[in-house]
C-alpha cells in the first residue's frame, strides 16, 4: 500500500506540472519514461514553493512560506508526508541524492519575493541561482543517475540554461512583475525608463547564458537529450520573439508563442533526435 500512495502521490504532481505549464509538461513527455515522475515531482514541489510568495495576497505568505520549509525539511529526514507534493519530492530528494543546499537556495529565493527589494548584481545573481539555476541541479541529479563524474561536468552549463529561462522569463513578465507585484529583478534598471538599449544589454547576457548551455546539453545521456533540448528551442524561440520587440512592447503584453509553433519545435527536435543531430 506504501508504494500506491506514493503512486498517487506523484500523480498528483503531474496533475500540477499538466496545469500550470504545458510547455514543461511537452517537454517531460519527451524525456525517457523512467525520469517523468521524478521530474514532474521537481516541478511540483517549486511551483507550489512559488505560488505561495505570488498568489494568496490575503494569508501571511510569511507564515505559510515558513510552514512549507518546515514541512519540506521535516518530509526529507522522516522520509514520509501526507502532503502529496512534499511526499513526491522527498522521494526524489532521498533516491538521487540531492544536495540540501539547493533547496535551501530556492526556498531563500522564494522568501526574497516576500521583500521589496532593489536588485544590484549579487542579489540579483543570488536570486536566479536559488530561483532557477538549482531547479536545473536537482534535474541534472535525475539525469545523472548517480555518476557523480557527469554531474559535475554538466553543473556548469545547467546553472547556465537555468539561468537564460530565468532572465527570459523576467523580459517576458516584466509588466506582470511591475504591475501586480511591484518587482524589477534587472539590476538598476528603472521600469518607467526601460530603453532599447537596456533591453538589449540583457539580451547580450541571456545569449552567453544560451550559448554556455548548448554543449551541456548535447554532453547529456540520450535518455534526458532530447526533453532538455526542446526546452531550450522552445525558450530561444520565445527570447528571439522578445529581441525584435522594442522595449516598449515588453513593457504593454506579455510575448507568447503560440501552441502550433510548439508543435513544431517538438516534431523539428523529434526528428533530429531521430537521426542523431540532437
Request: with cysteine; aromatic share 14%; hydrophobic share 40%.
Amino acid at each position: 500500500m506504501e508504494q500506491l500512495f506514493k503512486d498517487t502521490c506523484m500523480q498528483c504532481s503531474k496533475v500540477i506540472t499538466q496545469a500550470y505549464s504545458t510547455s514543461f509538461t511537452l517537454g517531460i513527455k519527451t524525456l525517457h519514461k523512467k525520469f517523468h515522475m521524478p521530474i514532474y515531482a521537481i516541478y511540483g514541489f517549486v511551483r507550489y514553493a512559488d505560488e505561495i510568495v505570488d498568489t494568496f495576497h490575503n494569508h501571511d505568505k510569511r507564515k505559510l512560506l515558513a510552514e512549507f520549509e518546515r514541512q519540506t525539511y521535516e518530509a526529507i529526514e522522516q522520509k514520509l508526508s501526507l502532503n502529496p507534493v512534499l511526499h513526491s519530492f522527498q522521494c526524489v530528494v532521498n533516491e538521487y541524492n540531492i544536495d540540501k543546499h539547493y533547496i535551501e537556495a530556492f526556498l531563500k529565493s522564494m522568501e526574497m519575493d516576500l521583500d521589496d527589494h532593489v536588485y544590484d548584481r549579487s542579489l540579483y545573481e543570488e536570486y536566479i541561482y536559488g530561483s532557477a539555476e538549482v531547479v536545473g541541479l536537482m534535474c541534472l541529479k535525475v539525469f545523472c543517475e548517480g555518476d557523480e563524474a557527469m554531474f559535475e561536468r554538466l553543473k556548469k552549463p545547467a546553472c547556465s540554461l537555468g539561468a537564460a529561462f530565468q532572465k527570459v522569463n523576467f523580459l517576458r513578465d516584466m509588466k506582470s512583475d511591475f504591475k501586480e507585484r511591484g518587482r524589477v529583478y534587472f539590476p538598476k534598471v528603472e521600469y518607467k525608463e526601460f530603453s532599447n538599449q537596456c533591453k538589449a544589454e540583457i539580451e547580450a547576457d541571456i545569449i552567453k547564458d544560451f550559448d554556455d548551455a548548448y554543449a551541456g546539453i548535447m554532453a547529456l545521456p540520450r535518455a534526458a537529450r532530447m526533453g532538455v533540448y526542446l526546452a531550450y528551442i522552445y525558450y530561444l524561440k520565445l527570447f528571439r520573439k522578445i529581441q525584435g520587440l522594442p522595449a516598449t512592447h515588453i513593457l504593454k503584453e506579455r510575448v507568447r508563442v503560440p501552441d502550433n509553433t510548439k508543435l513544431a519545435l517538438l516534431l523539428g527536435s523529434y526528428l533530429k533526435y531521430r537521426f542523431n543531430a540532437i
